[in-house]
């Protein structure tokens, strides 16, 4: 298991570290909410013996790869009822599950940790 902990440093931004700490369980951190990123944590969240941190900028997973369809549509109304169809809080995909969500940008990942702002 890793804990985390929330440092201002001296550029001042804030940043998590996420360091290791002696527990059985392994912790899998994900750095990139995309199609593969969640479908890994969604995964890997099944597994008990493993914690599971996915970091990302955007607190929304975006699927892009059908949004060509919309690309010659001329109402407004349609376009934004697809739009929203694929795009979604992470914190909803990943309720109920063991997987932390972090929303920031990793700086820094070193075999003992991973550096993230936020």
Same mark, same amino acid.
């Given at each position: 298991?890793? &804990? &985390?902990?929330?440092? +201002?440093?001296?550029?001042?931004?804030?940043?998590?570290?996420?360091?290791?700490?002696?527990?059985?369980? +392994?912790?899998?951190?994900?750095? #990139?909410? #995309?199609?593969? #990123?969640?479908?890994?944590?969604?995964?890997?969240?099944?597994?008990?013996?493993? +914690?599971?941190?996915?970091?990302?900028? &955007?607190?929304?997973?975006?699927?892009?790869?059908?949004?060509?369809?919309?690309?010659?549509?001329?109402?407004?109304?349609?376009?934004? %009822?697809?739009?929203? %169809?694929?795009?979604?809080?992470?914190?909803?995909?990943?309720?109920?599950? %063991?997987? &932390?969500?972090?929303?920031?940008?990793?700086?820094?990942?070193?075999?003992?940790?991973?550096?993230?702002? %936020?």
């Amino acid at each position: 298991m890793s &804990s &985390s902990a929330h440092i +201002k440093s001296a550029d001042g931004l804030s940043h998590s570290v996420f360091r290791k700490v002696d527990d059985s369980r +392994k912790h899998v951190v994900i750095v #990139g909410a #995309g199609l593969l #990123g969640v479908l890994t944590a969604l995964q890997l969240s099944e597994d008990d013996s493993l +914690k599971v941190t996915l970091i990302d900028s &955007s607190e929304f997973f975006e699927f892009h790869a059908p949004l060509f369809t919309i690309a010659w549509e001329t109402d407004l109304t349609v376009i934004t %009822n697809r739009v929203k %169809n694929y795009t979604r809080p992470l914190s909803d995909i990943f309720e109920g599950t %063991n997987v &932390s969500l972090v929303h920031g940008v990793v700086i820094r990942v070193t075999e003992e940790r991973v550096i993230s702002s %936020n």
